[in-house]
């Protein structure tokens, strides 16, 4: 069963996914990350040729031709197909192919509209039977 963990109360969405994915490469994890569209797709992607300063995350859009051999993807169109080990969700709604992975991700800032989708999207997995963990990050 996918292991759900939310880190609450970020600083940067985008930021702290990029984080997140690069603690999954150390642990050799494939990840998704799955964007609500393409201009987040493109932000997303711009940020991880640059964070951290000296590390650079291989990546590709889910449907590039490299994507069965790219480490990250970053998916705004909902494939879900080609890896099953680590999803980032920055979409206000949870992904239908979640619990294809072992691990979901999912990240609330302060945001108050942001923080109430993610009560939701909390709701829905423990509905469900889901383990969740949450993660404070407001000291991080």
């Not at 590709?60 to 790219?70: D, E, I, M, N, R």
């Not at 909390?122 to 407001?138: A, C, E, I, Q, V």
């Amino acid at each position: 069963m996918t292991q759900i963990d939310f880190y609450t109360r970020a600083g940067d969405k985008l930021a702290t996914a990029c984080r997140i994915a690069h603690k999954a490469r150390q642990q050799n994890l494939r990840v998704t990350v799955f964007c609500p569209d393409a201009a987040l797709a493109r932000e997303f992607d711009r940020l991880l040729w640059t964070q951290p300063a000296t590390g650079f995350l291989p990546h590709c859009p889910s449907g590039h031709p490299l994507a069965a051999v790219t480490p990250v993807l970053i998916d705004a169109a909902g494939d879900c197909t080609l890896n099953s080990e680590v999803l980032i969700n920055l979409h206000h709604e949870w992904p239908a192919c979640f619990s294809r992975y072992q691990r979901l991700a999912e990240i609330v800032t302060n945001d108050p509209d942001d923080a109430a989708q993610a009560r939701a999207r909390f709701k829905h997995y423990r509905d469900r039977g889901y383990d969740l963990r949450t993660h404070d990050l407001s000291g991080a």
